[in-house]
């Protein structure tokens, strides 16, 4: 199927960056859609920004100037890199990659195990 392994969460102050990456690999034939996704505790899962295989992108309204999402279609890797952070930007960030395999029937979507970001304020 798909892996995808997420690094570059942390922990940063209020109006510090951080760059998240996540690689994709496995029986991949195309990528169409990858993004990223959070989840602060307590709230429901929230796409935050995807970019599709025409250069398409779409932010979360809180986000927009802030965040920036891009993609090596080469090495399969959707990068987020993330600028003056907020505490209200803490949650646990998970990469999405909605993609046709050699292996199963169709367009999936597939999960990264997430990564931590805290922003302390």
């Known amino acids: 199927q798909v892996q995808l392994v997420e690094s570059g969460g942390g922990l940063v102050q209020a109006g510090g960056s951080l760059r998240l990456s996540c690689a994709a690999s496995g029986s991949i034939f195309v990528i169409n859609v990858m993004g990223w996704y959070r989840q602060a505790p307590g709230k429901q899962r929230e796409l935050v920004a995807t970019l599709n295989s025409g250069g398409d992108t779409n932010y979360l309204d809180s986000v927009k100037g802030r965040f920036t999402i891009s993609r090596d279609n080469v090495e399969n890797t959707v990068y987020l890199q993330m600028n003056t952070l907020k505490p209200e930007d803490t949650a646990v960030y998970y990469c999405?990659?909605?993609?046709?395999?050699?292996?199963?029937?169709?367009?999936?979507?597939?999960w990264g195990q997430g990564t931590q970001v805290t922003v302390s304020s």
């Open positions: 999405n990659v909605r993609a046709i395999t050699y292996t199963r029937v169709g367009l999936n979507d597939y």
